[in-house]
């Protein structure tokens, strides 16, 4: 088989994971990995699925990427009929729900320099100056400026996970994962005390961005030396790594469930020094008894980040709307059928289902009264949250890790019917009220019915708000950086 070169690492030419578009025939739904031009983060979580690798992967992974390549496979019929052609971030196509990203939106030439403070200068990396060698942070605090970008702290994250390189115009083209857009949140609210290069799998040219500087994957071998390493998910990269780098800090930040076949990872972590953060309590709590207290290591938990300007507004809601803005795999399936059970009783209700195009799934046929709208950016699909009675998510499948389009929809007002008691649900979405048993088709529709009436009021937490996510990251790393053993800055969850 082929093989190509990451620095040191040998790793298989193969597709990457999380990308899955085709369905056995005729047997179990077994999902076979994707085009590799796709992109976004599959947070594969859960009471099903192995975590660290595809469905159909082998337990043991050499590859740095810890890919597969793909079985032969027949293309399922995806979500609805006529989905068409798309081309990714950089152009490339591939099969798939994106919509075209528009001209300009992510092109090797870079991007347009950022917007500049009214009444100040900018000092080269973007944040605005002010007479007196004072700079303001993206929270528009002003700082102390720093002689050059090598005074500030080197942060590499690296991603071993996506498919092609991604950058925070696509929060505005839509497509993004949940993973990816909050890796590209934190980097830039970090910006301004941390030099931070991402080193991405999938990306073909480097580039500079408001959220550090954007290198492929390959060139994280014999970058500079790094303050601080936190790597995607992969913790077998964090290993290679840690050979490489055997007195760097380095973390492993955890956004999925560990399927059975990763039991050893606790020990090896431990072993390396690597703690690992968590981004939520429910699944540190349960990354704890998966690897069980004896091997475990440094558990930290640090929330994914709900922007600081989301919250409610006048629009009117239409009590006939209801919203399911996950991918397919997520459970939409038995949200379908949950729908159809509530609308045999409350004929005028509308299913909109916004799905963000980084997976096909078969969810079988779609009952009546459900309307794709495809891909959104992120501020359309906020204005699809406002307009919407819930959030619809009673799905008793998928467990996510946080869930952040949960806390998104109570940051705007919005409520979201979820199942009590599966993964993050009841931390994330912690009111009574939002909280339902969904193999309980009367209590589904008792509280539509209730909802429709007289709509609860609901608010985000301040825990998940950026401002108090980067601030944990802040305290984290400004440590790390000045020398503190990684044990001590690293609180036991």
């Known amino acids: 088989m082929d093989a190509c070169q990451f620095g040191a690492f040998r790793r298989r030419r193969v597709p990457p994971p999380r990308r899955l578009r085709r ?30 690798r595809d469905a159909g992967q082998p337990d043991a992974i050499r590859g740095v990427g810890l890919r597969q390549r793909p079985a032969p496979g027949r293309p399922s019929s995806g979500l609805g009929p006529g989905r068409p052609l798309a081309q990714d971030r950089q152009g490339r196509s591939g099969a798939g729900g994106h919509p075209a990203p528009r001209a300009g939106a ?24 002010e007479p007196g060698g004072k700079s303001r942070a993206p929270d528009g605090r002003a700082m102390k400026t720093l002689r050059h970008e090598a ?33 590209l949140r ?21 580039r500079q961005s408001p959220a550090g500087q954007l290198h492929p994957l390959p060139q994280v071998d014999g970058a500079a030396p790094f303050a601080a390493i936190i790597v995607i998910n992969r913790w077998k990269v964090a290993l290679k790594l840690r050979k490489r780098h055997p007195d760097t800090p380095i973390f492993l930040w955890l956004h999925v469930y560990p399927g059975r076949h990763n039991r050893r990872m606790g020990a090896a972590l431990k072993s390396a020094g690597i703690p690992v953060i968590c981004v939520s309590h429910t699944h540190a709590a349960k990354l704890r008894r998966f690897l ?24 009117p809601r239409d009590p006939c709307r209801l919203l399911f803005a996950s991918s397919p795999h997520k459970g939409l399936d038995e949200v ?13 209700l509308t299913l909109v289902v916004a799905d963000p195009g980084y997976m096909r799934w078969d969810t079988g046929p779609a009952p009546e009264g459900v309307v794709f709208v495809g891909s959104l950016s992120h501020p359309a699909l906020i204005r699809q949250m406002r307009r919407a009675l819930c959030l619809f998510y009673p799905q008793t499948k998928f467990a996510e ?12 007002g919005t409520p979201a019917l979820v199942h009590d008691g599966l993964g993050a649900n009841a931390e994330i979405v912690p009111d009574p009220r939002q909280l339902v048993d969904g193999d309980d088709p009367r209590q589904i529709l008792a509280r539509i ?37 990684v044990a001590a800055t690293t609180t036991p969850s």
Do not use: M
């Open 23 to 52: 369905l056995h025939r005729g047997g179990s739904r077994v999902p076979q990995p994707a085009d590799p031009q796709r992109r976004g983060h599959l947070d594969r979580a859960g009471t099903a699925a192995d975590q660290d």
């Open 106 to 129: 992510c092109q090797p030439t870079g991007l347009a320099a950022p917007a500049r403070h009214a009444g100040h200068a900018t000092d080269g990396s973007g944040r605005a100056t």
């Open 151 to 183: 005074d500030r702290p080197r942060i590499a994250i690296v991603d071993p996970c996506s498919a092609a390189g991604y950058d925070l115009p696509d929060l505005e083209t839509g497509g993004l994962g949940g993973t990816e857009a909050t890796v």
């Open 186 to 206: 934190i980097a830039t609210a970090l910006r301004a005390r941390f030099d931070i290069a991402h080193y991405q799998e999938g990306r073909r040219e480097r």
């Open 292 to 315: 069980g207290e004896d091997v475990k290591p440094l558990l930290r938990v640090i929330y994914n980040p709900v922007d600081d300007d989301l919250r409610p507004d006048v629009t």
């Open 336 to 348: 379908f059928a949950q729908f159809a059970a509530v609308r045999r009783e409350i004929p005028d």
């Open 401 to 412: 890790t946080f869930g952040l389009i949960l806390a998104e929809a109570n940051a705007v």
């Open 449 to 485: 019915a209730e909802w429709r009436r007289s709509p609860p009021r609901v608010a985000a937490n301040p825990a998940f708000r950026l401002r108090t996510v980067a601030r944990d990251w802040l305290r984290l790393l400004e440590a790390t950086a000045a020398g503190a053993d």
